[in-house]
């Protein structure tokens, strides 16, 4: 056993999108940090779709960026299609979504890591944690090396004893051509933490040179871009700086995929036929999900193309899209067509997919099962209960999606470096961030499936919206020392050009009317005004659209995010011991003994706790003298 | 501690000799003053009135006396909550109870929620430790009860329309979102068109709903039903038998009415304000001047007329005179005196609605009473109905839900983009989520993957 010399502040054991966020957020931030992977060269691996963002999950990037966070960069430097999803709707579900060069994003991000200052990368594969009386302290390697540091962030994604399936040939892994961790959930187990098991799918990839794309509907990207990240400037000027010699592509970022490819790549729009459909009731029996072979819960958000055909048979046609996986690579990800049939089905079956006639599959559809933690053992801090100083981020948490595990990410990285400081945690309220809402959901309610957001379970969606990341979260990431200094000026200034702009419409008149009740009407957009302010950007314009256009919704939405704060800022001591209730029906003092929730607003949203159980904590706590909740 | 002042009633709901309304709080004597008319000599505002007493008086609420009252008056902290206390002892049964906590909440008093009292008395450390489990199984019974109450005790049809209304909110919500969440999918949610006409639906619904509890305003509220005829034709006599006691002074002298009078009765579980007027003739002083005129005034909010004949007499002048004055207006005519020899002659079509009564042998009054609620209330009156309406956070959040709705469905119409419409409608489902305990978010996905094939 060899114990190596360097004490770290951080260990981190992952580098997926939870671990990379949560490594560089705490060597940003100052610590000592050590990344553990089974395989550098898959750091920020997109093991499904290499897709970024959509309606809710751009929210959670926008939020990971304004935090100081690396996926929006990361993102806006390696996509190959870049969309603005529902501009024809309001603005609280404007969504950016890019379609990435998979090998251009990992290999930036690994790049990034490695150049990360405090930060430390090693291949290993992680096969114990250490703990001692209830504190992780490290963790041992298959190679015998131990690790030993002050906080433990577990980020193994769908490694815990990953089992994949094709049709009933099953296969050890936790992505295809990969090592499952087999031995660390023993480890999360012997600490006392429940596990379950969780079932997720990837359609096949197929050779885009035997695909017909005359008869798909064409999605090019957006122009201009609409990129991920708050911070532009840095896109343009501070990176690949030299790159900027080429004049002729100014319009991208230098050094960026778009600007290596001079445009961007179209998806495709396609469909099923009754061909697929019959074909695969014929195949039924030969699905391990409906041979009942497959114990893991999966999302119904994101059913295999046997699950769809079968809920819902009077659909004539499911549609498909069809998604580049990079730009020096022919294969094709087949959107809405995961599947755990047989490979030898697979083959007739993408050939039943309009213009997919002639398809050659390149990899197979598979279904893979893991282990989870019951994220309801954790604290919002994304800390664990059982043992002290160890956060879970991911996938292990039960979400889905490389945005959600960013979040998550993210803030077990924040968390793990303010407790090397011995500072409090920070926790995202739900009116502050869709990580907040991500977050709280875990720890309060759990989940039975692969979790993945959506902006309808946001209550406050309104004032959550993906143009006002920075709003919400700049100063906060600045203040825990993540968001660099420079960035966080940017924000300032700009708030300040749209405060100032605000300010002129209210006082500036036009004869009986202000500027400001000008632009509220509907029809009238900012450039119709009779006097404007030259030079504005483009977001400066939107965001002094948004807030005047739809000051009475936001309003209104403010009211009811008063209402929840009432609840929300009561505090429930950490060590307050609900047997001293008396009168409380055990159930409820069993959950709120197991959650142990921070605030009453949180154990109201926990299920099975009565209005009335919230009614006598609350009766509890005030005669004990309640404190509130000091607002970070 | 607290800066409300709270109110409620505190007795058992139901036919009994009394009821009390309790008032606790800071400004408990304030706003009890505000409806409080003390009388008698010895009698006192509240705000004046010695620790531990009782006050005599009248509660009045928009001009009109509401009940004859005793009110006990408790200063803190030698009361059940430690705070200020003023406890209102009307008279019995559901009727003047909720009268007098409407005029007591409409002088600024909170309704209480359930098990505050008991709350406020243990915060304010009146209760001790020992006697907690008490007061948890008081906020469990309660709240709980509040619960079971919207959701088993009114099993009927109420509240399966609440529940219905609410899916249909739900169903409504869950289109809306799924085209936020999944504008990239296939799925077909409904369209503006269809959302409206949904919306309508839900509208449409509420109403009738909210028109139940209209129906439940009179029945809290009382119909208005004044008798009318030429003195000495037996009006107050009636009125007394109506009551089931003697309240009007009732002399063969004519004019001895000098003062309308209102009573509440309770005939076939309807309250009925009965308003007696003064003999409605020339005045001879001014004294007779002044019942007159509020004579004249209690018929014009009258909902029906009561208009008593002596059957034992020919029609007089002043009978016609009143059947003319009253042709036009609800009336059901009442034959008295039906106990001595026939001698009034009416025309066909007004004998037939006639009822003839005897207020001294009390004969045909049961079928008074039956045409008089037949006139009053077309329908059946349920205790359900009762029980719904008494709670009036119920039509609240039914009222905050209906104009969630109407804001909902106009912003479709006017093409507001769809999160916006959102807005309002989870502020709808919620506001119905309240009657039966549920929030918007809980099982909003659910009804979105269950309508629509998703997974692009």
Same mark, same amino acid.
């Given at each position: 056993?060899?114990?190596?010399?360097?004490?770290?502040?951080?260990?981190?054991?992952?580098?997926?999108?939870?671990?990379?966020?949560?490594?560089?957020?705490? #060597? +940003?931030?100052?610590?000592? /940090?050590? &990344?553990?992977?089974?395989? @550098?060269? $898959?750091?920020?691996?997109? !093991?499904?779709?290499?897709?970024?963002?959509?309606?809710?999950?751009?929210?959670?990037?926008?939020?990971?960026?304004?935090?100081?966070?690396?996926? #929006? +960069?990361?993102?806006?430097? /390696?996509? &190959?299609?870049?969309?603005? @999803?529902? $501009?024809?709707?309001?603005? !609280?579900?404007?969504?950016?979504?890019?379609?990435?060069?998979?090998?251009?994003?990992?290999?930036?991000?690994?790049?990034?890591?490695?150049?990360?200052?405090?930060?430390?990368?090693?291949?290993?594969?992680?096969?114990?944690? @250490?703990?001692?009386?209830?504190?992780?302290?490290?963790?041992?390697?298959?190679?015998?090396?131990?690790?030993?540091?002050?906080?433990?962030?577990?980020?193994?994604?769908?490694?815990?004893?990953?089992?994949?399936?094709?049709?009933?040939?099953?296969?050890?892994?936790?992505?295809?051509?990969?090592?499952?961790?087999?031995?660390?959930?023993?480890?999360?187990?012997?600490?006392?933490?429940?596990?379950?098991?969780?079932?997720?799918?990837?359609?096949?990839?197929?050779?885009?040179?035997?695909?017909?794309?005359?008869?798909?509907?064409?999605?090019?990207?957006?122009?201009?871009?609409?990129?991920?990240?708050?911070?532009?400037?840095?896109?343009?000027?501070?990176?690949?700086?030299?790159?900027?010699?080429?004049?002729?592509?100014?319009?991208?970022?230098?050094?960026?995929?778009?600007?290596?490819?001079?445009?961007?790549?179209?998806?495709?729009?396609?469909?099923?036929?009754?061909?697929?459909?019959?074909?695969?009731?014929?195949?039924?029996?030969?699905?391990?999900?409906?041979?009942?072979?497959?114990?893991?819960?999966?999302?119904?958000?994101?059913?295999?193309?046997?699950?769809?055909?079968?809920?819902?048979?009077?659909?004539?046609?499911?549609?498909?899209?069809?998604?580049?996986?990079?730009?020096?690579?022919?294969?094709?990800?087949?959107?809405?067509?995961?599947?755990?049939?047989?490979?030898?089905?697979?083959?007739?079956?993408?050939?039943?997919?309009?213009?997919?006639?002639?398809?050659?599959?390149?990899?197979?559809?598979?279904?893979?099962?893991?282990?989870?933690?019951?994220?309801?053992?954790?604290?919002?801090?994304?800390?664990?209960?059982?043992?002290?100083?160890?956060?879970?981020?991911?996938?292990?948490?039960?979400?889905?999606?490389?945005?959600?595990?960013?979040?998550?990410?993210?803030?077990?990285?924040?968390?793990?470096?303010?407790?090397?400081?011995?500072?409090?945690?920070?926790?995202?309220?739900?009116?502050?961030?869709?990580?907040?809402?991500?977050?709280?959901?875990?720890?309060?309610?759990?989940?039975?499936?692969?979790?993945?957001?959506?902006?309808?379970?946001?209550?406050?969606?309104?004032?959550?919206?993906?143009?006002?990341?920075?709003?919400?979260?700049?100063?906060?990431?600045?203040?825990?020392?993540?968001?660099?200094?420079?960035?966080?000026?940017?924000?300032?200034?700009?708030?300040?050009?749209?405060?100032?702009?605000?300010?002129?419409?209210?006082?500036?008149?036009?004869?009986?009317?202000?500027?400001?009740?000008?632009?509220?009407?509907?029809?009238?957009?900012?450039?119709?005004?009779?006097?404007?302010?030259?030079?504005?950007?483009?977001?400066?314009?939107?965001?002094?659209?948004?807030?005047?256009?739809?000051?009475?919704?936001?309003?209104?939405?403010?009211?009811?995010?008063?209402?929840?704060?009432?609840?929300?800022?009561?505090?429930?001591?950490?060590?307050?011991?609900?047997?001293?209730?008396?009168?409380?029906?055990?159930?409820?003092?069993?959950?709120?003994?197991?959650?142990?929730?921070?605030?009453?607003?949180?154990?109201?949203?926990?299920?099975?706790?009565?209005?009335?159980?919230?009614?006598?904590?609350?009766?509890?706590?005030?005669?004990?003298?309640?404190?509130?909740?000091?607002?970070? | 501690?607290?800066?409300?002042?709270?109110?409620?009633?505190?007795?058992?709901?139901?036919?009994?000799?009394?009821?009390?309304?309790?008032?606790?709080?800071?400004?408990?004597?304030?706003?009890?003053?505000?409806?409080?008319?003390?009388?008698?000599?010895?009698?006192?505002?509240?705000?004046?009135?010695?620790?531990?007493?009782?006050?005599?008086?009248?509660?009045?609420?928009?001009?009109?006396?509401?009940?004859?009252?005793?009110?006990?008056?408790?200063?803190?902290?030698?009361?059940?909550?430690?705070?200020?206390?003023?406890?209102?002892?009307?008279?019995?049964?559901?009727?003047?109870?909720?009268?007098?906590?409407?005029?007591?909440?409409?002088?600024?008093?909170?309704?209480?929620?359930?098990?505050?009292?008991?709350?406020?008395?243990?915060?304010?450390?009146?209760?001790?430790?020992?006697?907690?489990?008490?007061?948890?199984?008081?906020?469990?019974?309660?709240?709980?009860?509040?619960?079971?109450?919207?959701?088993?005790?009114?099993?009927?049809?109420?509240?399966?329309?609440?529940?219905?209304?609410?899916?249909?909110?739900?169903?409504?919500?869950?289109?809306?979102?799924?085209?936020?969440?999944?504008?990239?999918?296939?799925?077909?949610?409904?369209?503006?068109?269809?959302?409206?006409?949904?919306?309508?639906?839900?509208?449409?619904?509420?109403?009738?709903?909210?028109?139940?509890?209209?129906?439940?305003?009179?029945?809290?509220?009382?119909?208005?039903?004044?008798?009318?005829?030429?003195?000495?034709?037996?009006?107050?006599?009636?009125?007394?038998?109506?009551?089931?006691?003697?309240?009007?002074?009732?002399?063969?002298?004519?004019?001895?009415?000098?003062?309308?009078?209102?009573?509440?009765?309770?005939?076939?579980?309807?309250?009925?304000?009965?308003?007696?007027?003064?003999?409605?003739?020339?005045?001879?002083?001014?004294?007779?001047?002044?019942?007159?005129?509020?004579?004249?005034?209690?018929?014009?909010?009258?909902?029906?007329?009561?208009?008593?004949?002596?059957?034992?007499?020919?029609?007089?002048?002043?009978?016609?005179?009143?059947?003319?004055?009253?042709?036009?207006?609800?009336?059901?005519?009442?034959?008295?005196?039906?106990?001595?020899?026939?001698?009034?002659?009416?025309?066909?079509?007004?004998?037939?609605?006639?009822?003839?009564?005897?207020?001294?042998?009390?004969?045909?009054?049961?079928?008074?009473?039956?045409?008089?609620?037949?006139?009053?209330?077309?329908?059946?009156?349920?205790?359900?109905?009762?029980?719904?309406?008494?709670?009036?956070?119920?039509?609240?959040?039914?009222?905050?839900?209906?104009?969630?709705?109407?804001?909902?469905?106009?912003?479709?119409?006017?093409?507001?983009?769809?999160?916006?419409?959102?807005?309002?409608?989870?502020?709808?489902?919620?506001?119905?989520?309240?009657?039966?305990?549920?929030?918007?978010?809980?099982?909003?996905?659910?009804?979105?993957?269950?309508?629509?094939?998703?997974?692009?």
């Amino acid at each position: 056993m060899f114990v190596y010399p360097k004490r770290y502040d951080v260990i981190v054991v992952g580098g997926g999108h939870a671990g990379t966020e949560a490594a560089l957020a705490a #060597a +940003r931030m100052g610590c000592q /940090t050590l &990344l553990l992977t089974m395989n @550098l060269d $898959t750091i920020g691996q997109m !093991s499904c779709n290499p897709a970024i963002g959509g309606i809710a999950k751009g929210h959670l990037v926008r939020e990971i960026d304004a935090l100081g966070g690396e996926m #929006a +960069r990361n993102t806006d430097m /390696t996509g &190959l299609q870049f969309r603005m @999803l529902n $501009t024809k709707k309001g603005p !609280s579900v404007w969504a950016p979504r890019a379609q990435c060069d998979k090998k251009a994003y990992q290999f930036r991000l690994k790049y990034v890591c490695e150049r990360q200052q405090n930060l430390d990368c090693y291949q290993a594969q992680t096969i114990k944690l @250490l703990t001692d009386d209830g504190m992780a302290f490290g963790v041992e390697t298959s190679m015998e090396i131990q690790f030993h540091g002050t906080t433990v962030v577990i980020t193994t994604g769908t490694f815990l004893r990953g089992l994949m399936h094709v049709g009933f040939q099953r296969q050890e892994g936790g992505r295809a051509g990969e090592a499952a961790a087999t031995t660390l959930s023993g480890s999360l187990h012997e600490i006392g933490l429940e596990l379950g098991r969780l079932k997720t799918g990837t359609p096949p990839r197929l050779n885009r040179r035997s695909i017909d794309f005359s008869q798909m509907e064409i999605q090019p990207g957006d122009e201009p871009v609409p990129y991920f990240t708050n911070w532009q400037d840095d896109l343009f000027h501070m990176e690949h700086s030299d790159a900027s010699a080429d004049g002729a592509h100014h319009r991208y970022p230098p050094g960026s995929v778009l600007h290596q490819i001079r445009g961007q790549l179209p998806c495709y729009l396609t469909a099923t036929t009754q061909r697929t459909a019959e074909f695969i009731r014929a195949n039924l029996d030969k699905s391990p999900l409906y041979a009942g072979k497959i114990k893991g819960i999966g999302p119904r958000y994101c059913p295999s193309i046997e699950d769809k055909i079968v809920r819902f048979a009077d659909k004539p046609s499911h549609q498909i899209f069809l998604e580049p996986e990079g730009v020096a690579t022919e294969e094709i990800y087949a959107n809405g067509f995961s599947t755990s049939l047989p490979f030898e089905v697979q083959i007739e079956l993408v050939r039943t997919i309009c213009g997919c006639e002639r398809a050659e599959i390149l990899r197979p559809a598979y279904a893979v099962e893991y282990d989870y933690v019951f994220p309801t053992q954790l604290y919002p801090s994304l800390e664990t209960k059982v043992c002290r100083n160890l956060y879970l981020a991911g996938q292990i948490n039960g979400t889905s999606g490389y945005e959600e595990a960013g979040g998550q990410g993210i803030m077990a990285g924040i968390n793990a470096a303010r407790r090397v400081r011995s500072q409090n945690p920070i926790i995202l309220r739900r009116d502050q961030a869709y990580i907040g809402v991500l977050i709280d959901d875990l720890v309060t309610k759990g989940t039975t499936e692969p979790y993945r957001m959506f902006t309808s379970r946001a209550e406050y969606r309104l004032i959550l919206r993906q143009d006002n990341a920075d709003q919400r979260l700049a100063e906060l990431g600045h203040d825990v020392g993540l968001l660099p200094e420079r960035h966080y000026q940017q924000y300032l200034r700009k708030w300040q050009i749209i405060a100032s702009e605000l300010e002129r419409l209210e006082h500036t008149r036009f004869g009986s009317l202000t500027l400001a009740q000008i632009l509220r009407r509907p029809e009238v957009v900012y450039r119709d005004l009779p006097s404007v302010t030259p030079g504005l950007s483009e977001e400066v314009v939107r965001q002094i659209e948004i807030t005047l256009k739809y000051a009475g919704y936001i309003d209104r939405q403010e009211e009811e995010v008063e209402k929840f704060r009432k609840l929300e800022d009561k505090a429930i001591p950490e060590d307050f011991d609900y047997v001293r209730i008396p009168g409380m029906k055990t159930e409820s003092r069993l959950k709120l003994q197991q959650i142990r929730p921070r605030t009453l607003g949180q154990a109201g949203r926990i299920s099975g706790v009565s209005p009335a159980d919230v009614s006598l904590l609350m009766v509890w706590l005030r005669r004990n003298g309640m404190q509130e909740v000091d607002s970070e | 501690m607290f800066n409300d002042t709270i109110a409620a009633i505190s007795t058992p709901l139901g036919e009994g000799g009394l009821a009390v309304v309790r008032l606790s709080g800071r400004e408990a004597f304030a706003v009890g003053d505000r409806c409080f008319r003390p009388a008698g000599k010895s009698s006192q505002p509240l705000a004046s009135a010695p620790t531990h007493t009782i006050q005599f008086g009248r509660i009045v609420h928009g001009g009109r006396m509401v009940d004859e009252v005793l009110v006990a008056v408790m200063r803190a902290p030698r009361t059940f909550t430690r705070e200020d206390v003023a406890e209102i002892s009307c008279h019995g049964g559901l009727l003047p109870a909720k009268l007098v906590l409407d005029a007591v909440l409409a002088s600024g008093a909170r309704l209480a929620e359930p098990g505050e009292f008991t709350k406020r008395a243990f915060l304010n450390g009146r209760i001790d430790l020992a006697q907690a489990e008490a007061v948890a199984d008081i906020i469990h019974s309660q709240t709980e009860l509040a619960l079971a109450a919207a959701n088993e005790q009114l099993a009927g049809k109420l509240s399966q329309r609440i529940h219905r209304l609410r899916d249909e909110l739900m169903h409504t919500l869950a289109h809306v979102e799924a085209h936020l969440d999944f504008p990239e999918e296939d799925i077909a949610p409904d369209t503006r068109e269809a959302l409206e006409a949904r919306l309508e639906r839900s509208l449409a619904f509420m109403d009738e709903l909210l028109a139940t509890a209209a129906e439940g305003q009179i029945l809290r509220r009382g119909v208005r039903v004044a008798i009318v005829g030429r003195p000495n034709v037996g009006k107050s006599s009636l009125l007394n038998q109506l009551l089931g006691r003697d309240r009007a002074i009732t002399s063969p002298i004519p004019g001895t009415t000098r003062d309308t009078i209102e009573e509440t009765a309770n005939i076939r579980g309807l309250p009925v304000v009965l308003v007696d007027t003064a003999g409605l003739r020339e005045a001879g002083d001014a004294i007779e001047a002044e019942g007159i005129r509020r004579s004249r005034e209690a018929l014009a909010r009258a909902e029906l007329v009561l208009h008593v004949l002596d059957a034992s007499e020919p029609l007089m002048a002043a009978d016609e005179a009143f059947l003319r004055e009253f042709a036009a207006t609800r009336r059901l005519l009442v034959l008295n005196k039906a106990d001595r020899p026939r001698r009034l002659a009416l025309p066909a079509e007004l004998a037939a609605g006639a009822v003839a009564v005897s207020c001294l042998s009390g004969a045909g009054l049961e079928a008074l009473k039956d045409a008089l609620k037949e006139r009053i209330w077309s329908g059946e009156i349920r205790a359900e109905m009762l029980q719904v309406m008494i709670n009036s956070r119920h039509q609240d959040a039914l009222r905050r839900a209906r104009v969630a709705t109407e804001t909902a469905r106009d912003a479709l119409r006017q093409n507001v983009s769809l999160d916006l419409v959102a807005v309002d409608l989870r502020i709808a489902v919620n506001a119905v989520g309240e009657v039966v305990g549920r929030t918007a978010t809980e099982n909003l996905l659910d009804s979105i993957f269950g309508q629509f094939c998703l997974g692009k």
